[in-house]
């Protein structure tokens, strides 16, 4: 009987007038229908405001009015689902077009010919979010990502990007605060997320007077993020860091380039290929560049690595700065590298009050195996380049997690006062505190190994072997496991991360 009556409830509601909308009862959300909404003009896009909880889908283009914002009060953001069904929306100008999003999904939707001045195309915020097959196209002048700015928890998956961004800060010193030039294609800032095969193909070009607490930033995939994999850049690289009327103002600034990410905690199978340039006349400011990623991370327990990553884009610096100059194919910091390469020229020319760092794979590390470069690594000023990386410094007391297995056929200069060149590594250093050598059966081509070992002690110090080509017979560590010939290249390569 019970079974009955609850059929017949059910029955009569099915048939019932109940109209396909979210109403307002004593404030709050009531749901009486679970229907998708369809949107078929800006109007029926405005709407969206008086049912934050809805799901809505676009049933054709449509375009909006310049500055159009949904939204904007985080207290009540949006919370349902917006999927384009493969429809663009066109005319988006100045930021977002929602302010404010939490626990909302966001698919199959394409944002065209936008022209952002702040925020991003898509999302100022965005909380606890889901984006998936989201396209953007247009162009940018001020501060800005393609997709969302500012996000936490979220995940992003086959989103691209294909916007210019231009933005050019010339502001007096008055204006501090707001002579920051920062992009990103996809997010600018990441807490807490995770991106996968997304990609950016748009160009970015930002320049700033380096006043304090002005910083210069440009990254083709993410500001900052928990992991990125599989994700692309091809999109060419520019930033300039100028200096102030005051020197002094350049303190504590920073100009910073990398093809995918700016912070990260994992990178796994991202690649690089566009050009990236920066330069800086502001002699106080830092500069970090790479051609894939700044700085790993580490997150709970979980340690921050680079694996199966590659750059095929020229990376350059040049001009003078003042400290933490770090300049990389692959990524200026982590605590493991492994099968990654770097084909692309890496050429540093630089003044500056501190040492400058360089290298084909990584600028420092304390892990890296399986890695190889074969781009010319150049560096004119004081400080270490490295085929492999800058600064090697293996403290670990397990020999299995020793730099092995790596190999160099770039060339390797570096030309200033206190500076040093190796084929595989700037500086080494850690043997004296573990007590053995720690870097060990790497090949290299030409000139030597590494530029400067801090121990004195010839037991300790780093073997390394010099070969004419690098072939499995003249590198027979190089393991079939990672390793396989190419006859195209004529010389080693990665089985899992192939050129």
């Given at each position: 009987?019970?079974?009955?009556?609850?059929?017949?409830?059910?029955?009569?509601?099915?048939?019932?007038?109940?109209?396909?909308?979210?109403?307002?009862?004593?404030?709050?959300?009531?749901?009486?229908?679970?229907?998708?909404?369809?949107?078929?003009?800006?109007?029926?896009?405005?709407?969206?405001?008086?049912?934050?909880?809805?799901?809505?889908?676009?049933?054709?283009?449509?375009?909006?009015?310049?500055?159009?914002?949904?939204?904007?009060?985080?207290?009540?953001?949006?919370?349902?689902?917006?999927?384009?069904?493969?429809?663009?929306?066109?005319?988006?100008?100045?930021?977002?077009?929602?302010?404010?999003?939490?626990?909302?999904?966001?698919?199959?939707?394409?944002?065209?010919?936008?022209?952002?001045?702040?925020?991003?195309?898509?999302?100022?915020?965005?909380?606890?979010?889901?984006?998936?097959?989201?396209?953007?196209?247009?162009?940018?002048?001020?501060?800005?990502?393609?997709?969302?700015?500012?996000?936490?928890?979220?995940?992003?998956?086959?989103?691209?990007?294909?916007?210019?961004?231009?933005?050019?800060?010339?502001?007096?010193?008055?204006?501090?605060?707001?002579?920051?030039?920062?992009?990103?294609?996809?997010?600018?800032?990441?807490?807490?997320?995770?991106?996968?095969?997304?990609?950016?193909?748009?160009?970015?070009?930002?320049?700033?007077?380096?006043?304090?607490?002005?910083?210069?930033?440009?990254?083709?995939?993410?500001?900052?993020?928990?992991?990125?994999?599989?994700?692309?850049?091809?999109?060419?690289?520019?930033?300039?860091?100028?200096?102030?009327?005051?020197?002094?103002?350049?303190?504590?600034?920073?100009?910073?380039?990398?093809?995918?990410?700016?912070?990260?905690?994992?990178?796994?199978?991202?690649?690089?290929?566009?050009?990236?340039?920066?330069?800086?006349?502001?002699?106080e400011s830092g500069m970090r560049v790479s051609g894939v990623a700044l700085s790993g991370t580490n997150s709970g327990k979980t340690h921050n690595s680079v694996a199966r990553c590659y750059n095929k884009g020229a990376v350059s610096a040049t001009g003078k700065c003042g400290r933490g100059i770090k300049i990389s194919g692959v990524t200026n910091e982590t605590e493991a590298a492994t099968e990654c390469y770097n084909t692309g020229k890496i050429s540093v020319d630089l003044k500056s009050q501190e040492n400058v760092i360089v290298g084909g794979i990584c600028s420092s590390t304390?892990?890296?195996?399986?890695?190889?470069?074969?781009?010319?690594?150049?560096?004119?000023?004081?400080?270490?380049?490295?085929?492999?990386?800058?600064?090697?410094?293996?403290?670990?007391s397990s020999k299995k997690k020793d730099a092995m297995y790596n190999y160099n056929c770039g060339t390797v200069k570096a030309s200033g006062k206190n500076s040093f060149a190796g084929a595989i590594f700037g500086e080494l250093d850690g043997a004296d505190d573990i007590g053995r050598p720690n870097?060990?059966?790497?090949?290299?081509?030409?000139?030597?190994?590494?530029?400067?070992?801090?121990?004195?002690?010839?037991?300790?110090?780093?073997?390394?072997?010099?070969?004419?080509?690098?072939?499995?017979?003249?590198?027979?560590?190089?393991?079939?496991?990672?390793?396989?010939?190419?006859?195209?290249?004529?010389?080693?390569?990665?089985?899992?991360?192939?050129?």
């Amino acid at each position: 009987m019970k079974k009955m009556v609850a059929f017949m409830m059910v029955l009569a509601l099915a048939c019932s007038n109940v109209p396909a909308h979210l109403g307002y009862a004593n404030g709050k959300e009531a749901v009486y229908a679970a229907e998708s909404v369809a949107i078929a003009s800006a109007d029926d896009l405005l709407a969206m405001e008086q049912n934050p909880g809805r799901n809505y889908y676009l049933s054709k283009d449509i375009t909006v009015s310049a500055g159009t914002k949904l939204f904007q009060d985080r207290n009540t953001p949006f919370k349902g689902t917006l999927d384009g069904k493969g429809h663009k929306i066109n005319g988006l100008r100045g930021g977002a077009l929602i302010g404010q999003a939490q626990n909302a999904k966001f698919q199959n939707l394409t944002l065209a010919d936008v022209t952002l001045s702040e925020e991003a195309a898509l999302v100022n915020q965005a909380r606890k979010c889901t984006f998936t097959k989201i396209k953007v196209s247009g162009k940018a002048t001020g501060s800005s990502a393609g997709l969302v700015n500012s996000a936490s928890d979220s995940t992003f998956t086959d989103c691209s990007s294909s916007v210019a961004f231009s933005i050019k800060n010339k502001k007096s010193a008055d204006n501090a605060s707001d002579q920051s030039a920062a992009a990103a294609g996809i997010v600018l800032y990441g807490s807490g997320c995770k991106l996968k095969n997304c990609k950016n193909t748009g160009s970015f070009s930002l320049e700033a007077v380096m006043v304090y607490p002005t910083s210069v930033k440009a990254y083709g995939i993410a500001g900052s993020a928990q992991s990125l994999e599989n994700c692309k850049n091809s999109g060419n690289i520019a930033v300039k860091g100028t200096k102030p009327s005051d020197p002094d103002d350049g303190y504590y600034t920073d100009v910073h380039a990398a093809g995918i990410a700016g912070s990260y905690t994992t990178l796994k199978n991202c690649g690089n290929s566009g050009k990236i340039v920066a330069s800086c006349t502001s002699v106080e400011s830092g500069m970090r560049v790479s051609g894939v990623a700044l700085s790993g991370t580490n997150s709970g327990k979980t340690h921050n690595s680079v694996a199966r990553c590659y750059n095929k884009g020229a990376v350059s610096a040049t001009g003078k700065c003042g400290r933490g100059i770090k300049i990389s194919g692959v990524t200026n910091e982590t605590e493991a590298a492994t099968e990654c390469y770097n084909t692309g020229k890496i050429s540093v020319d630089l003044k500056s009050q501190e040492n400058v760092i360089v290298g084909g794979i990584c600028s420092s590390t304390t892990f890296v195996q399986n890695c190889y470069n074969t781009g010319n690594v150049t560096l004119k000023g004081s400080g270490f380049a490295g085929g492999i990386a800058g600064i090697g410094a293996f403290l670990n007391s397990s020999k299995k997690k020793d730099a092995m297995y790596n190999y160099n056929c770039g060339t390797v200069k570096a030309s200033g006062k206190n500076s040093f060149a190796g084929a595989i590594f700037g500086e080494l250093d850690g043997a004296d505190d573990i007590g053995r050598p720690n870097a060990r059966e790497n090949y290299y081509t030409s000139g030597k190994p590494y530029g400067h070992e801090t121990t004195a002690w010839k037991p300790y110090m780093a073997k390394a072997t010099k070969v004419s080509s690098i072939t499995s017979r003249n590198c027979p560590k190089l393991s079939s496991k990672y390793w396989t010939y190419s006859s195209k290249h004529k010389r080693m390569i990665l089985k899992n991360n192939k050129e």
